[in-house]
């Protein structure tokens, strides 16, 4: 199993433009999620989902969008890149909305100018 | 809203040395409760998760306390070793996970 997977590992955007930070998992699990880790705020979590087609907000969710039309992808889209979104972002999946190990993927350093 | 607490920000301690590292939430109704480590980096792997329903799990050196009356969970880390130096995070919830700042944990040779 690969687990959970991101891509890219890194990019710079500038200001205004918009992207898609991948995330995928291989283990057939219902629960997906997306946090933001800041220096000295800890993780945060931005979205998350309960299973296909069902998706939520969570603490962060402002400018940010996500789908999720499979068990193993849940995209995760900037409409419109700040420079406040200048993160490290992780996706991470357990097996159901209330149980199991949360496993994270390698995370995505994504830099706004 | 759930607030997670971790407290040292930073310990330092000798190799060989016995340790523990500190968990408080404020709101006791958590599903679970999970310990990670993360390298500095890199991504967090998952050390132990302990169910709403148990008082402590351990794996190897390591051993996670809760106790929802209190508040607390401890991760208690035997023996410490150099590659023991890392981040060591506590996240607690159900459908949303919240996560405290972390204790940096430095192992001296």
């Known amino acids: 199993n690969a687990g959970v997977t991101q891509t890219p590992k890194f990019q710079v955007l500038k200001t205004g433009q918009s992207m898609t930070l991948q995330c995928a998992q291989d283990?057939?699990?219902?629960?997906m999620s997306w946090y933001r880790q800041d220096p000295g705020m800890g993780l945060r979590l931005i979205h998350y989902?309960?299973?296909?087609?069902?998706?939520d907000q969570g603490e962060v969710p402002n400018g940010y969008n996500v789908s999720r039309s499979t068990t193993e992808d849940f995209p995760l889209r900037l409409l419109s890149a700040a420079p406040s979104q200048t993160s490290v972002y992780f996706c991470?999946?357990?097996?159901?909305?209330?149980?199991?190990?949360?496993?994270f993927g390698p995370g995505t350093r994504l830099l706004v100018l | 809203k759930q607030e997670v607490t971790q407290i040292p920000a930073a310990l330092s301690v000798p190799e060989g040395e016995n340790l523990v590292l500190n968990c408080s939430f404020t709101?006791?109704?958590?599903?679970?409760l999970q310990w990670f480590r993360q390298d500095p980096g890199k991504g967090l792997t998952s050390l132990l998760l302990?169910?709403?329903?148990?008082r402590e799990q351990t794996s190897g050196r390591l051993n996670a306390s809760l106790d929802k009356s209190s508040g607390r969970s401890t991760l208690y880390i035997a023996a410490s070793q150099p590659g023991d130096s890392a981040t060591y995070l506590c996240?607690?919830?159900?459908?949303?996970?919240?996560f405290g700042t972390g204790t940096s944990l430095t192992v001296i040779p």
């Open positions: 989902s309960v299973g296909a087609g069902i998706t």
């Open positions: 991470a999946s357990r097996p159901s909305r209330l149980d199991g190990t949360q496993y």
């Open positions: 283990m057939n699990h219902e629960y």
């Open positions: 302990i169910q709403s329903s148990q």
């Open positions: 709101d006791s109704a958590i599903y679970n």
């Open positions: 996240a607690l919830g159900g459908n949303q996970f919240y």
